[in-house]
């Protein structure tokens, strides 16, 4: 028998990884050209961290999940239209800004003091979720603070995969150097896991999933609490696109055999 | 003035110190010269004494923490060592290797000093004040930042410092000691993928990128799987490439069509993936602008086969491209560096 | 409310599907869903209390109303327009352009006849005639840059007062406000695959929507994770699924067509998002708000426009009409030529493309007008027929029949009518027929019928109807649409370009265009750009996996046999290409769900329903700027 989880995911939410990029400077810092034009997604990895929560709820009976998202309401709203038809949870929403250049402390503050304040949530059954690192500051370390802020000393990032046991430990496999896994095991809940892509695939939309989501989703967002978030002492000197921009070669009337010639030379050169 | 501290730790055999630390350690003396700042090397490892060889001829103070529960990479222990370490070397910035193991802990030794952590910095600039250079938005974006409050941890990507080459000499390490947490996760080991040849391996020369092209209907209506996947492999084993891939092409796995069984997310460059800095990379069947494209923008030369001039993936940002079949030109390759190999 | 029920009338197996009862599905959000959902939402929010909006199926909750959008994003509409807002400024009468992103109140319009400064465009011997002498009196004639500005705009093309905007931002804006309204869920990324069709006394009823099947291979066969799509049942189903909607072209198809309907009138609009440069040409006349019209070039069958947005976006594009009979049809390389026209050059040859888009358009106006309504069902917006091709409008008709069925709607929830055939017609085709969009449509009814026999003649019959408000027209018979048979020597040269396109990988449209002349596009990676680069160009094509394909090819050896194969050549995202055996071959990942192919398939005899099936998939553009 599967002891129930509370499993908490933080998942920010990001300009379409396909999208032009441009910065721009704004009075509040360093911004991206129409960041609120551009169609956002969830975070790619926050995303796998979910989808991932489900399906470990789904084994343990009772289990509970609870999306916490920070970002701009009527952006989360158009986001959560399409998350809400993946896997069933209820939203924390809290209305801020977007974008890769807050600092992360700022942010981690207010997810800590969110999930701390979560009705029915048992800490000592908390499994604290994320993305090892994001699409937009991709610092990776958002989720750690989140989880020294509330006294979790078990964490583990980079995860591809937990497997349950019935004790309430897991084992987790965390990428690490060389393309390889170190495999822990930890006593169980309370702990951070911070995932990386993982091994599930995007699961199916599901309207009815969607349908019961909504529910709680809507009223959640329209008393979204609105913060700002501390600057901590960071300041931009500069933001801006590379500028490299390399002179092509553009090979075209070589044979088969001579370009295969030429690129064994240059892989064998030093 | 400024206090460093650059955090190091041990490899497998526990008494030497890993590549990317020694980087750090690099980047510390050289940050500490410009800045006139004093500087400390703190070391996490089973025997921080034999392991503080490497740096003992940097002439900076050396401390560690010492004992078997540090020959893992685990947070409780981990967080616990480089608190202590800090709090001994009384640092105002501290740097450290982005390490995995590093990686898991910093931010939150940062915060139990009461301090801030930027990480993936890839250069340190500044003299007055620490100016940090760091990219946004997958690689996209590169800015410059610095921070007012102290302690600052800065993390620095691998393969952006020389790692520090002084002799190996006798260290003499101050042993910090360390208030050990409850221990309530074990570390059983590494696993390697079993597709063990197939990933990214940063010690390769040369990484080879497959795009999603290989497994797309060739000019005779039919895809070319098999074909394709041992031409790749042909390719790997020859000339002892790391195997990149496209998103694209590692996201038709879960579709259910035939797909290169070797590939996993693991693979996976650009936007989602990993940004290698391989000296030498070839592209073949890619195509893109550029979000796919800054999975090799820290490549250094840079080649690609495509059957388009234009392409996104190539223009101005390949050094050559050759217009041309890749399975033609991959054919002929495998049987050139095949015979160079045998 | 839901449940499971075994389903057997899906071919090849038993599927279990879920059910689920709502009041009303619509399906597709554009426009004319909108309109519908903002009437019934506003009259909701007025009082929530209000009995009517009572659930039927949910007794004790609201209104149960559910709107299912292919696409993966509601703003991924792909459209610039110029509208005169006419209907949607009276849903919004306090509108404030600033609030929609890309929006702006139109400044100032220009009508501009293009000359060929190339010489590679198809012009008769009485247009070069033309051309020569209007090139002969330039000085006095005003011509600049090769084009000539007509002095003044003629009224019926006239947008005063209205308001230029990107569709995906429209229709983004109004969504987020139903969304927040808490009566409507709208769903993208959900495809709908036909309606629910249910036996009546009177014949057959609509009874809701049956959605795609996810988790399936190329041909829709179940694999790994099936999911089986579900049948949403609704007393009322709302289409406005657009041009090429899966949904309409079943109940036509099921349940008829009205005597003399014909649905045979295209053009695919294809455009870009240039963004100009910083420092624009001192002497720049666009400014937000500012409206181009153009014809004559880069064939005297396309029309072009130019629409400036706020912070230095403009949206130009052309329109390739399915009355230019020549089989090479193409878009992409005709838009590349078309913005390299000196007379649009000169302001846009420094700027940065952002992103690109297709979509067909459905010209057939009133002759295209389906049966509006039907047990269970009416039909709104561009499917619809409400497309006013005199004025060149569609947005504002559409989110118009969108109010009329809401205002419908709304009576029939307050008398406790049923949505049955005789009660929608009362309502909405009422309303319909009483208002603004059935006068334009009327008045626009016959005012492309000169088209047929050249564009002169084209021109002078849709000036007749235009200034007489559609009295008087060209009483040139209709032609059915279609591809003419090429000369020779057109052949040839198609071969030509065939050959290329499979020797070389080479787009065959692209091969096509070369080998007739069209000077190459000198690619600078920033607005130039190949075919494929725009693919991956702001709008960036998705299709999510799990899918069947949706474009499918019922008949190989009739694709072999075709000649033309303007299907390959009018595909907007390159996503249908030619195979060594000459048949086409789809890729789904690249499709932009234009529907081109639908009405550019050759062997039809009609202009549609040729040898391409075109059925609901999910995904497409996922752009912003559009």
Redesign the interface.
Known sequence: MQTALHIVVCAGIVPDPLQTLEPITTPAGPGLKNEMVLPAVLDPWAASALYEAAVLAAKAPGSKVWLVSLGPKAKLQQVMMTVAQKVAFELAPIDGPIGGFPDAHATAAVLAETIAKLPGLDRERLLLFGGWESATRGAGVTLQLVGERLGITDQFQGVDQVNLRDDGSFEVLERVEGGKHQVSVCAGAPAVLGWATGNLAEPRNNPQVGMANMRTIMPALQKAPAVKLEANGLSYISVALPKQQRTTRVVKDMSPDEIAAELAAWIGAE | MESILVLTHADETGAALTKASLEAVSAGIELAGRIGASVSIGIVAVDAQAAGAAVASSGARLLGVFGEPFGQARYSTDAAACEALCRAAQATIVLAPGSSRFTRVAAGVSHRLGGFIDTHITALGGTANIEASRWFYRQRIEAVLSRDARPWFLLLDSGTHAAFAGEATPAQVEQVAVQLPLIRTTVSGLRAPTQGAQTIRPDAKLLFVAGAGWTKKQPDGQTHVPEAADLILGFLRGAGASLGSSKSLVDQGSEGQSVLPFLTHLNQIGQTGATPRHPKGLATCCHGEEPHVVGWRFIGERRAVSLDANCGWTRGKADVVYVADAFQVMAKLNALIGSVGA | M?GETTNTSSPGADVVR?T?EVDIACVGFGPATGGFLTTLSRAWAENPADPAFESKVAPGMPLQV?C?ERA?????GVSGVVTRAQGIRASFPELNPAEI??AAEVTGERVLYLLDPVGASRRSFTLRAADRALRAVAPVAGVRDHAFELPWTPGFLNKHGGLVMSIG?FN?WV??QL??S?LV??????PVSEPLFEPIAAGRAVRGVR?TD??V?KKGNP???F?PG?D?RALLTVVGDGPVGSVSQSIDRELGTPRGYTHDEWALGMKFVIELPEDAVADSPLKPGTVWHTFGYPEPEIFGFLYVHPERLVSVGIFVPSWMTDPSRTAYRYLQHYIQHPALWRYLKDGTL??WGAKSIDESGKVGEPFLTGDGYARIGENSGSTNMLTGSGVDEAWTTGTQLGEAAIELLRKGLPFTQKNLTETYVTKRRASWVERGAREAQNARNGFHNGIVKGMIGMALAGLTGGRLSLKAPRHVTGIKAARVEETLKRKEAAALA????RPFHDALLSARGWPEIP?D?RLL??H??AL???G?V?A???FADHVVFPDAGLCIACDEKTCIAMCSGQAI?L???G?P?F?R?KCVHCGACLWNCAPSPHGEHGNIEFHAGAGGL????N
């Open positions: 839901s879920q689920m559910v299912y993966d994003d509601i703003a991924a992103p890309m931002q983004q969504g987020s969304m927040a808490g869920q709208i769903w993208p990324g959900t959605l996810q988790g291979d694999e790994g994770g999911m579900m949403v952002r992103s499979v020797e070389d990988g690619f990676g750009v190949s494929q680069d991956l160009m702001g960036k998705q999510m996996p799990g290409t195979a060594d055996d048949a071959t890729e990942e996922h752009s912003a700027e």
